[in-house]
């Protein structure tokens, strides 16, 4: 019974390095009573660093499909291979229930491939789960669309103070007649002041591929009288300045 590990992902660092190891798959064998009942083995892969073989893979315990319960360790002495006059076999489903929750769905098949029970664990394979609500496959959960990003710019003389809008990605600031002192999250005793004309600053937040980064709610740009900024802005949603 091969049991492959799930390939790796790249970590962060220098380009082509990767970080961590490759993570256990889980995969349940049946087993069979004398009486004709059937308890499912769970097996697990072992971990191996990413380029070199899987250990052997490894009994975490077994699965009750009658009552969905979980027993750590080898399986009940009474058990053993399903003969031809048996032949149960299972298959393991990744779902997701109305929550976007992943699952594990073992489903026993008898000769005739008919599924004669089930039991659902979470993703390591040996907790049991209780699905909620409506129960399908992860692809629209999985499934994503970029939220719009907004662009915002303003010009600013003093004395005002620039707030930053709910949920700002990045903050370009243009310094064009200084001082004025930027508080980047930091809180207000932590502002910085910038005394230089001419001086041009951003702060960002990494986002991923289809939600934007969050800077924070903090940011402020305090501009005195006499100083002149400018100020652009990425967020998702277009908020009025202020």
């Given at each position: ?120 664990t979470t993703t390591d ?38 707030t930053i809008p709910p ?29 230089e004309c001419g001086v ?43």
């Amino acid at each position: 019974m091969p049991v492959e590990p799930i390939p790796c992902a790249p970590g962060g660092g220098t380009p082509g390095e990767v970080t961590g190891c490759c993570s256990p798959s889980i995969t349940s064998v049946p087993l069979c009573r004398p009486d004709g009942s059937t308890v499912l083995l769970v097996v697990r892969s072992g971990c191996a660093e990413c380029g070199q073989d899987a250990g052997d893979p490894e009994v975490v315990g077994w699965l009750d499909p009658a009552s969905g319960a979980f027993t750590p360790g080898p399986a009940p002495a009474d058990t053993g291979p399903c003969g031809a006059e048996d032949c149960a076999s299972v298959t393991v489903l990744r779902l997701c229930d109305q929550t976007c929750a992943p699952f594990l769905r073992h489903l026993i098949h008898d000769c005739t491939g008919a599924v004669t029970s089930s039991v659902d664990t979470t993703t390591d394979g040996v907790t049991p789960y209780a699905p909620v609500g409506t129960v399908g496959d992860c692809e629209e959960c999985e499934r994503c669309e970029p939220e719009p990003m907004c662009p915002g710019f303003v010009g600013l003389t003093g004395p005002e103070t620039w707030t930053i809008p709910p949920a700002t990605e990045s903050v370009s600031l243009s310094v064009a007649c200084g001082p004025v002192t930027v508080y980047p999250c930091a809180g207000a005793t932590d502002g910085v002041q910038i005394n230089e004309c001419g001086v041009s600053l951003q702060w960002a937040a990494p986002g991923t591929e289809c939600r934007p980064g969050v800077l924070c709610d903090t940011f402020r740009i305090e501009v005195p009288e006499g100083s002149a900024v400018y100020v652009s802005w990425l967020s998702a949603g277009c908020g009025d300045e202020s």
